[in-house]
């Protein structure tokens, strides 16, 4: 697996645990293909429950952890000339079809 993240992004306290909890899903679940550990509406105020888990058709970015098959893919594909950043382009050309990040 490999984990990427957005260099101004500043860590949760439980920020690699979350991925240690987690990649499990990616090995077993093939309709998953990312998880990220971004949430929109991460914030106190904005949940009920700081341990559910979302999925979402959406690619989140920042910071999202990968298996090592889907790394191959998105390297063979990463544009050279880029004509956009790279979280849209994750979002509208790669993110493989009928997949969700968790």
């Known amino acids: 697996r490999a984990i990427f993240v957005e260099e101004d992004l500043v860590f949760a306290p439980d920020f690699l645990a979350f991925f240690r909890s987690t990649s499990w899903l990616l090995d077993s679940d093939p309709s998953l293909w990312c998880a990220s550990s971004w949430n929109d509406f991460g914030y106190k105020h904005g949940t009920d429950d700081p341990c559910r888990l979302l999925r979402t058709s ?45």
Do not use: N, S
């Open 58 to 102: 959406y690619f989140p970015g920042l910071g999202f952890m990968i298996r090592r098959e889907v790394w191959l893919q998105l390297r063979d594909k990463w544009p050279v000339a880029p004509t956009m950043g790279w979280d849209y382009w994750m979002r509208v050309a790669f993110r493989p079809a009928g997949k969700e990040c968790v």
